[in-house]
T-cell receptor, first 113, second 110 residues
């Protein structure tokens, strides 16, 4: 597609359930990023994939959060045993390489009841 | 880690007015991007500007890397300029892990 695509756009779940959020980056972009935007914390980095290298997970807030990127393209962010504080907008971005612009998707708004 | 501070936090303008938004950062950076977050939450790229000056229509930006700040100028503001403006930087590791400021919320009144 022309831009970064994320699905679903909205997700409502119950506390304790697992959720999966999907990101389809711009074709040919080797780097993929996940960020979270919440009222209290602003925009914060979560995890970064570059090519076939091991991901940089330094921003993940707990071990309930994980992500994978299959075939160097689509990425899935998984949150296990969701908590109310996980409610936020999860944003995905990609870029073609070092020193280039990051392009953001429209985000997934997650609400944990 | 790098700290990014934006000012002012809130700004109200009358349509047609000009404004300057500021972004200060605490250490050397490789990349700096300005974004506009529209009312639907989409982050729109405005400028990729680690140094120098760029212009795009009514918007322009200047980054003075040696003094660790960037400015975003909006001229002849329109109601569609309303939203939150974010500055984000990538530190010297050049991994692309963006560190965001807290944003400037702009409201342009007709």
């Amino acid at each position: 597609g022309a831009g970064v695509s994320q699905s679903p756009s909205n997700k409502v779940t119950e506390k304790g359930k697992d959720v999966e959020l999907r990101c389809d980056p711009i074709s040919g972009h080797t780097a993929l990023y996940w960020y979270r935007q919440s009222l209290g914390q602003g925009l914060e980095f979560l995890i970064y994939f570059q090519g076939n290298s091991a991901p940089d997970k330094s921003g993940l807030p707990s071990d309930r959060f994980s992500a994978e990127r299959t075939g160097g393209s689509v990425s899935t962010l998984t949150i296990q045993r969701t908590q109310q504080e996980d409610s936020a907008v999860y944003l995905c971005a990609s870029r073609i390489g070092v020193g280039n612009i990051q392009y953001f998707g429209a985000g997934t708004r997650l609400s944990v009841l | 880690g790098i700290q990014v501070e934006q000012s002012p936090p809130d700004l109200i303008l009358q349509e047609g007015a000009n404004s300057t938004l500021r972004c200060n950062f605490s250490d050397s950076v490789n990349n700096l991007q300005w974004f506009h977050q529209n009312p639907w939450g989409q982050l729109i790229n405005l400028f990729y500007i680690p140094s120098g000056t760029k212009q795009n229509g009514r918007l322009s930006a200047t980054t003075v890397a040696t003094e660790r700040y960037s400015l975003l100028y909006i001229s002849s503001s329109q109601t569609t300029d309303s939203g939150v403006y974010f500055c984000a930087v990538d530190g010297s590791s050049n991994t692309g892990k963006l560190i965001f400021g807290q944003g400037t919320t702009l409201q342009v009144k007709p």
